[in-house]
C-alpha cells in the first residue's frame, strides 16, 4: 500500500487506543506504543487530504529524539513517519506526528 493511501486521518482514528504500534530503533531492537489521540487540525483541505495530527504514547525510557522512525501495525504497512517528543511523565513519554 502506497504511503498515500495510509496517511489520513480515517485510517488512523479506529486503532486509537491501539497498543500495538512498533517503532523500529537504530540499534534494531524496537519500542511499542500506543495511539492515544488522532485529530483533525483547524487547517484548510489540502489535495483533498485534512491536516491532522497523532499522539503516541511510549514508555517513559528511552527517551526518542525527534526524527523520522520507521512504525508498524499489524492493520497497516508499515511506514517513517516524523515523530517529537512533547511530554513525559513517570509512566511515559507522549510524540507527535502532524500530516498537513
Do not use: W
Not at 493511501?5 to 485510517?11: K, N, Q, V
Not at 489521540?37 to 489535495?47: G, R, Y
Amino acid at each position: 500500500m502506497s504511503a498515500a493511501a495510509i496517511d489520513t486521518l480515517e485510517r488512523f482514528s479506529p486503532l486509537v487506543g491501539d497498543d500495538r504500534f512498533e517503532l523500529q530503533l537504530d540499534d534494531g531492537s524496537a519500542c511499542s506504543a500506543a495511539l492515544v489521540e488522532a485529530k483533525a487540525l483547524p487547517a484548510p483541505v489540502f489535495q483533498g487530504r485534512q491536516p491532522f495530527s497523532l499522539l503516541f504514547e511510549g514508555p517513559p525510557q528511552p527517551l526518542l529524539p525527534q526524527r523520522i522512525y520507521r512504525i508498524s501495525h499489524p492493520q497497516l504497512d508499515a511506514m517513517h513517519i516524523f515523530l517529537v517528543p512533547v511530554g513525559r511523565s513517570q509512566s511515559a513519554t507522549q510524540y507527535e506526528a502532524i500530516f498537513n
